[in-house]
Every structure is written in structure tokens, then in C-alpha cells.
């Protein structure tokens, strides 16, 4: 019996997602359950388990390949060997070849030839590179008001490049808009929308192509001619070196996307403090065999900055907003996100209600959070909804840091290494574990005093730590 394996729906705001890897290939026993591909999504990235025991009879969509949700991406004999799967195995499909790139010029022994730009050839345009339109874009694809069915990702992509999501046929389900229509609309030449341009898009559109007349003339000053040189090879595949090229994952991807989307949109202001952590480092010392003896969990630093943030959200809740156009949104749950680094990058989990758990429950909640991140068992649900996050460079020796805001926050603390430093205390030089705090915030929202306010309630929570450690 044939059993599809299906893109599953990894949260409702999911409509598609990415296979990164098949953990079993053609002919390969699985059981139920058994881990059988990898997925990354705008949300988490997961393994997939098998739908059902058997053997892994076709694989439909390859690695790299986006397909929207409830596509078949492969099939399991629940019935046959692996023998008789490994022959009915359909053998993927080959490859279209790529187009021919321009030729580059070879190199010469002594290193590039530099010559003058009357000299230099222009590459040749590829033969398969679409021609622009020369007129206005396409119309409309779809009856005015009608609703425009895409992802999140979709939509910023489109605002990204200035295309107004109307204009593009979707082919998905209900005539959703996926990424590859998104890809196959900019490949087909068409235009931006005026309307949906926004300035801050400039620095995501192509360079003008300059025109095919002959050079303009050296410039000159003070009797000195100076001539601008240019490479026969495209600035971009000038490689020179012992190097190696590595494809950006999904993941990075979206980290990329997420990283520049945040700085573009919120005026980053930082600010710094210092805390002396000498009491909750002695609570700690004292009570971490103990606390790890009783409860089966290790006692990390991070639930005394997690609650002593909460205290400062409570006391300034500009800091626990979000902003939505020109309205700010103060939320009423403290929901810290944080910030746990992976092998293959970065994803930012969320302790959800942070302000209702005792230090004990934090600490069980963030080991959770953190272990699942690591083996990809993380929920779309659980990296959504955050209020204010942490990050903590400390971790890896950093002295402090000056993260990026997780949007749509206003608002993220970074935390440095916890090292003893002399300082001078009631005019005496003395000893203490000292951090550096640093509070990255949206200056659309937050103003100064209220950022540095906020600094020193967390100081002031943590140097004056009161809360029973068992």
C-alpha cells in the first residue's frame, strides 16, 4: 500500500515550507515516526517524521525545493521490501542544464591585466537573460478588492522589490502567491510598482545599466589625468585566492532577511550599564548542587536576568510594546524571547508568561526551550508572540554586545560575561563579579530616559537579589 508523505502545515500562519534534507533515500526502511526529512520554515526549522512503517519508495521533491503545505513530497510502500521498492523507485529526474555564462577572459601569469577602459571589453549579456519590459507592468491578475492570499515572508519579499502583490498570478491553492511566483514574475522583466516603491527599497534595487556608447573622457585636476580603470570580469565573480564558496542555508536566509528588515525599519539607539552580580553569584554557588540534586535541573544565570527583566517591563511597560503603524502596542503578558545559538544559526524561542513563573519554572521552561531548538523539535508557536527579548554573548567570553532588535519589539538586552574586576566601593578597592548590560531599543518608541530607567531597575532587581533560590 502507498503511503503520500505530505509538506506538513508547521503553524497556521505557515503556507509553505523548504525541504533542506531527506535523511533516508529510495529503497531505505523507515519506521512510523522515524525522523525522514528536513523542513525550514519563515518560523522554525523541524524534522519530519515518517507517516507510516515501510520503505521509502520515491522521492518527489528534492533538497532546496519550496512546495506549498499538503504537497506530496514523496511516497512509502507501507507493504514492500527494500528490494522491491529500490526498483520501483522512480530515478530523479536530471537536471536542466544551466544557462552558459559569459566566458571569462583567462588570466595571465603575472597576475589580472589592468587595462584602460577604452581598451576594456564589456561581457556580453547572457543569451538567455530575459529583456525588460519597456513598458508598464502587467495588469492586474485578479478582480480589484479581491483578497491576496501569500505568506508573511511572500509579502515582505514583494515590498523588498516593489511589487504590488496584485499583479502577480498566484499558483497555488485558491490562487496563493508563493515564493516561486514571486521569483518567476522578477524573472519575467516586469516592473516595479510606482505606488508600492518606498525609499527605503533603493537599497535593494539593481544598478542601472549603463548605456553601450563609448567611455567618458579621463577626468582631470590640477593638471593631473586621473583614469578610472574596470575589469572585463562582473564585480560580483571576481574571485582572486585559495577560497571557498558556501550556499547561504535557509535558515541563514531568513536570519538575513529578519537582520536587515529590523535595522532598516527601527532607529537602533544603545545604551550600557554595569551590575555587580557578587550576591547572585554566591546565592548561586551555595545553592546549585542542592538545587540540582532536588529539582533534576542545572541552576544557569540566565532565570536571575530573565526575572529581573520582568521587573523592569513591569515598571516600564513602553519597553513590553510593539509598534503598528502609528499606534503603539502596549502588551499586557511579558512573553521573553531567547536568543539560543545552533550549529547551522540562530533562533530565538519564547518563555511564554514569563511574569506568572518562579525562578524554578524559568529555568525548567528555558532548558526545555533550548534542548528542542537543538534537535529541531521546536513548535512554530514557540518562537511567536514575543514581547522583549534577551541575548547573551557572555556565554562565549564577550565582554558585551550590541544585538539587533528581534521585530516586532522595541526593545532587546544583551548580556556580557559575568568576570571578577576590582572596583571601588565606599572609597575601598575591592573584588566583585561584574557584568556589562546593554539595552538595544526602537527610538520611535523608547526615548533615552526611559531605556536607561529600565537598565537600572534590572541593576537594581539583580544587586538586591531577594527571591528564595530553593
Not at 512510523?32 to 526549522?45: N, Q, W, Y
Amino acid at each position: 500500500m502507498a503511503v503520500d508523505i505530505v509538506m506538513p502545515q508547521m503553524g497556521e500562519s505557515i503556507f509553505e515550507g523548504t525541504i533542506t534534507k531527506w535523511l533516508k533515500k529510495p529503497g531505505d526502511k523507515v519506521e512510523r515516526d522515524e525522523p525522514l526529512f528536513e523542513i525550514s520554515t519563515d518560523k522554525v526549522d523541524a524534522e519530519i517524521p515518517s507517516p507510516s512503517a515501510g520503505v521509502l519508495k520515491e522521492i518527489k521533491v528534492g533538497e532546496g525545493k519550496t512546495v506549498p503545505i499538503q504537497t506530496v513530497v514523496g511516497v512509502i510502500d507501507a507493504a514492500g521490501d527494500g528490494a522491491g521498492a529500490a526498483k520501483a523507485a522512480a530515478p530523479a529526474p536530471a537536471p536542466a542544464p544551466k544557462a552558459a555564462e559569459p566566458a571569462r577572459p583567462a588570466a595571465p601569469a603575472a597576475g589580472p591585466q589592468i587595462v584602460p577602459p577604452a581598451q576594456a571589453p564589456r561581457p556580453a549579456a547572457p543569451a538567455s537573460a530575459p529583456a525588460a519590459a519597456s513598458g508598464p507592468g502587467p495588469a492586474p491578475s485578479r478582480p480589484a478588492g479581491e483578497r491576496i492570499h501569500s505568506s508573511p515572508l511572500d509579502r515582505r519579499m514583494a515590498k523588498e522589490h516593489g511589487i504590488d502583490l496584485a499583479t502577480v498570478p498566484g499558483t497555488g491553492a485558491g490562487g496563493r502567491i508563493s515564493k516561486q511566483d514571486i521569483e518567476a514574475y522578477l524573472a519575467g522583466g516586469a516592473q516595479p510598482s510606482a505606488t508600492a516603491a518606498e525609499p527605503a527599497a533603493a537599497a535593494f534595487a539593481p544598478a542601472p545599466q549603463r548605456s553601450a556608447g563609448p567611455p567618458p573622457p579621463p577626468a582631470t585636476s590640477g593638471g593631473q589625468v586621473h583614469v578610472a580603470f574596470e575589469s572585463a570580469v562582473p564585480r560580483e565573480k571576481m574571485y582572486f585566492g585559495n577560497y571557498e564558496v558556501q550556499p547561504m542555508s535557509i535558515m541563514r536566509q531568513r536570519i538575513a532577511e529578519h537582520m536587515i528588515a529590523s535595522k532598516r525599519v527601527s532607529p537602533h539607539v544603545y545604551s550600557v550599564d554595569e551590575v555587580d552580580m557578587t550576591k547572585v553569584a554566591s546565592l548561586r554557588a551555595k545553592a546549585k548542587d542542592e538545587f540540582e540534586k532536588r529539582y533534576e535541573t542545572k541552576l544557569t544565570f540566565m532565570p536571575f536576568f530573565i526575572k529581573a527583566a520582568v521587573a523592569g517591563l513591569r515598571a516600564f511597560p513602553t519597553m513590553n510594546a510593539s509598534l503598528d503603524g502609528t499606534n503603539v502596542i502596549i502588551h499586557k503578558e511579558i512573553n521573553i524571547g531567547i536568543a539560543v545559538a545552533l550549529d547551522w544559526g540562530l533562533i530565538v524561542p519564547v518563555i511564554k508568561n514569563a511574569d506568572e513563573k518562579n525562578l524554578l519554572g524559568i529555568q525548567r521552561n528555558l532548558n526545555d526551550l533550548a534542548e528542542r531548538a537543538r534537535t529541531k523539535k521546536l513548535k512554530p508557536e514557540e518562537v511567536q508572540e514575543g514581547t522583549f527579548s534577551i541575548t547573551n554573548p557572555g556565554v562565549f567570553g564577550g565582554l558585551f554586545g550590541l544585538p539587533v532588535i528581534s521585530q516586532p519589539n522595541v526593545g532587546i538586552l544583551g548580556l556580557g560575561a559575568i568576570e571578577k574586576r576590582p572596583v571601588v566601593i565606599n572609597d575601598s578597592i575591592a573584588i566583585r563579579s561584574m557584568c556589562y548590560v546593554t539595552l538595544s531599543y526602537d527610538h520611535r518608541v523608547v526615548d533615552g530616559a526611559v531605556a536607561h530607567q529600565f537598565l537600572h531597575k534590572v541593576k537594581e532587581t539583580l544587586e538586591n537579589w531577594s527571591e528564595p533560590l530553593l
